[in-house]
């Protein structure tokens, strides 16, 4: 009999320290606490992420000059129209139709290996193709299935101004004069379809903004820090709280033994001075 009470004793105290465990789960305020415990090393991981930002901005970041020019594609090469004056519409659908096809020849191959040469015997440069490709991109207007657009955007990004505005015109005119080529296939489809809409414009910087990398680098540093907080503490095992204690065990604590080490010390360099004084 008395075992079962033991037991059931035992049991009780197993439910309430369940209970007592969900009711005292991590909190709103627990996780503040972790929070603002570890203040110092939050500043520590802010300040480190912002001078590595300040640093990449100003000392590591290159300016990257983008140009833009475009061409628009004739809706009817033999300039025929209807008697009403509008284009025709199979014209105009077969324009709007090889448009992707326009977009990969100025994209690559024969146009892009001319401006390759054109553009490393004018500048003394040594670009590899694949640089070049990199540095160019061709893209259609078009917006959606049903809103389409016959004109082409030629786009350019290096580091260096000057050189973004001459590789846009020579692509575009090398687009133009290899369509228009008898002596080559492509004019059979793209032959004076091609047309220049806007050369090269003054290039723009389109690098990320040092106050942008710098806001970036500072929330970086920010979210470190306060995950560092965190998980310090929900790996550190140690019990230092009354709430900890009673949480784990179910026990109220009526009292707390205090640490008199310290005092202890300070009586005893006390004694030691007194001895001193009386001899």
């Not at 995950?227 to 009354?242: A, H, M, P």
């Not at 204690?245 to 604590?253: A, Q, R």
Request: negative net charge; glycine residues 6%; charged residues 20%.
């Amino acid at each position: 009999m008395e075992e079962k009470n033991i037991n059931r004793g035992f049991d009780q105290v197993n439910t309430d320290n369940s209970d007592s465990e969900e009711e005292n789960g991590v909190t709103f305020g627990d996780v503040m606490r972790m929070i603002l415990k570890h203040w110092k090393e939050m500043i520590i991981f802010f300040l480190a992420a912002l001078i590595c930002g300040g640093i990449y901005s100003f000392g590591i970041q290159k300016p990257v000059w983008t140009s833009t020019g475009s061409v628009i594609i004739l809706a009817d090469n033999n300039t025929d129209s209807t008697d009403s004056g509008s284009l025709d519409s199979n014209n105009l659908n077969l324009s709007l139709n090889l448009i992707p096809s326009i977009v990969d020849f100025m994209n690559t191959g024969e146009v892009l290996t001319s401006t390759l040469e054109e553009v490393n015997e004018s500048t003394k440069n040594n670009f590899t193709y694949d640089e070049m490709d990199k540095m160019v991109t061709v893209a259609s207007r078009t917006y959606t299935s049903t809103q389409k657009s016959l004109f082409i955007d030629i786009n350019v990004s290096t580091d260096n101004k000057d050189l973004s505005k001459t590789i846009v015109n020579s692509v575009i005119n090398n687009s133009i004069e290899i369509s228009n080529d008898t002596s080559k296939s492509y004019h059979l489809a793209f032959g004076k379809r091609i047309v220049i809409s806007t050369t090269a414009n003054t290039p723009v910087n389109t690098a990320m903004s040092k106050v942008k990398i710098l806001l970036i680098a500072a929330l970086i540093g920010l979210v470190v820090g306060v995950l560092y907080g965190i998980i310090f503490e929900l790996c550190d095992t140690r019990v230092k709280t009354v709430k900890e204690i009673e949480s784990l065990t179910g026990v109220k604590v009526i009292g707390l033994i205090p640490d008199i080490s310290t005092d202890l010390k300070a009586v005893t360099a006390n004694e030691e001075n007194s001895n001193k004084e009386t001899k």
